[in-house]
């Protein structure tokens, strides 16, 4: 009797609601049965086996330690990326995570994490100094870390794009009669591919951080040191740490990704660096993301492109 009352509502439907109910259960199980797979594929694609050797000390800073991590994937094929971790010129190395990595890591890259001391604290220049070391120290130790120290790229947004730009447009060669083996090395940089990079604090163009007084980004008046504020000794703070005036035949590849609807960093900010890059002879390549502002939603994707970028341009 109780099968019979179990089953007495389903009898009770009719054929062609049946119908309807049996085709909305599979396309819900369907459904699930996607949802279950795409968690499966991201989770898998975020989680590349590798190894992860953290908080490396490259240097110091007002007395702070300043570190690195270093993932190296598996399959590891000899290239390395600086990762620039930094957003308005602060960093906070407990931030990064490995499976930030993974795109890189996917590509046989191995991913070296720099974090640096955050303004106000440090100066912007101090910064730029400090990852240039980091590149320094690097390569010294390309042979411990398993990478070509001829293949090494960089990559960051935004401010990070900036310290990764000052990389691609000052590295210097080691010093020879350097005392301290790090300052022996070159912090030269094969390629960098960059997001929504701050290229020339000179002129601002309609960023919404530009006061129209040919001074620094109001939100950061301070991060110049005691003489940002003074405009006769500006012009020469940031002309050094502007990457378009910088830009020489010496130039690695770059690649750049940039909203159109960005206020904080215009996009012309990366325009004129590439204006200004193929006066100098460089195609420096440019994706413009229509309606993006500073950062979106599918930018996962963009980054999994960079890093196939700066694969092939890592390349043996």
Not at 29 to 39: D, E, S, V
Not at 295 to 309: E, K, Q, R, S, V
Request: net charge positive; proline share 7%.
């Amino acid at each position: 009797m109780a099968k019979r009352i179990l089953l007495l509502p389903w009898a009770l439907v009719k054929p062609p609601l049946r119908r309807v109910l049996r085709l909305l259960l599979r396309v819900a199980l369907a459904g699930l049965l996607f949802i279950l797979l795409l968690t499966a594929s991201v989770w898998w694609y975020l989680t590349p086996d590798a190894t992860v050797q953290h908080g490396i000390v490259y240097t110091q800073r007002h007395g702070h330690d300043l570190t690195l991590d270093v993932v190296r994937p598996a399959r590891a094929n000899g290239s390395a990326v600086l990762a620039m971790i930094s957003g308005s010129w602060k960093s906070d190395p407990g931030k990064f995570q490995s499976w930030m990595a993974a795109p890189f890591l996917r590509e046989g890259q191995t991913v070296i994490a720099v974090s640096h001391l955050s303004q106000p604290e440090a100066t912007i220049m101090e910064i730029v100094a400090d990852v240039h070391r980091a590149a320094r120290f690097v390569r010294l130790h390309a042979a411990e870390y398993g990478i070509d120290p001829q293949r090494i790229g960089v990559f960051g947004g935004s401010s990070g794009g900036h310290l990764s730009l000052m990389l691609a447009t000052c590295s210097t060669p080691g010093d020879a009669s350097a005392a301290d083996p790090v300052e022996r090395e070159s912090s030269t940089v094969q390629a960098a591919a960059v997001l929504y990079p701050v290229t020339d604090l000179i002129d601002l163009g309609p960023s919404t951080q530009n006061l129209h007084d040919g001074g620094p980004p109001k939100s950061f008046r301070k991060s110049f040191g005691p003489k940002g504020t003074d405009l006769a000794v500006w012009k020469g703070i940031g002309h050094d740490v502007s990457p378009i005036f910088h830009i020489t035949p010496a130039l690695p590849p770059v690649f750049i990704t940039h909203g159109d609807a960005d206020t904080l960093v215009p996009l012309d900010q990366s325009l004129r660096f590439q204006q200004k890059a193929a006066e100098l002879g460089h195609a420096v390549a440019l994706t413009v993301r229509p309606g993006k502002k500073h950062g979106w939603l599918t930018m996962p994707w963009d980054i999994h492109l960079i890093a196939g970028w700066l694969a092939q341009h890592l390349a043996r």
